[in-house]
């Protein structure tokens, strides 16, 4: 298992790093565990639609906010800065609400141990303080290995976006967000903090020793991952 911080990177790079590494793993390799900030981008899920946009995409464009179509599950849904995504390309444990239960499990126990009382809930899916949801999960399994993951917001910066009614975030009109600094959590906390404590979280969650959480960038993995194995 690696685990693995990526700093700030744009969506499609990741996604394609994530495609390349099931073939790996798929191959019978190493599993990996991504952390990453993105800038601005809202993802379409296999069941979005086009009045999930509030406004037209050249809007979104000029407003520095990148619409990607992607194969997981769900709606639409924002990654930004001040926002933590997980990324797990690893081999299911208890099938598809096994993992799912392992990661937003962890992304409670994370928010727990800064201080956040958060739940999750299956409907509406999601990590949630209250009636303000803090995280976002979503998935996608080829061949019993699974790609895409989960969003927690951080920062009050990763709100901003959602109050600005651009989308319908996971198909729920006028749903509320927060983030952990907005629910308590010490407002220096950073991605990097949170991405260091979620790590050991998801490892201890699976009986795993822990591991350095090493830094990367995604253009030196794609060097290295090889184009010939992507699906």
Known sequence: MRVLWLGRAHYQPVLLLQQRL???VL?????TILFVEHPSVITLGHRATAADLLVPKDVLQ???IETVRVQRGGQATYHGPGQLVVYPVVRLRGGVVGHVDWLTESAVATAARLGVPAEYRPDPVGVWVGDRKLGAVGVHVEHQVAIHGLSLNVTAASTEVFRQRLFVPCGARGAQVTSLVEEGASRALTTHDVAMLFAAVLLSQRELAPLPLHS???ESLLDVVPTAVAR
């Open 22 to 24: 099931r073939a790996q």
């Open 216 to 218: 990367c960038s995604v």
């Open 27 to 31: 191959a019978g390799g190493e599993e």
């Open 62 to 64: 000029a407003a520095g």
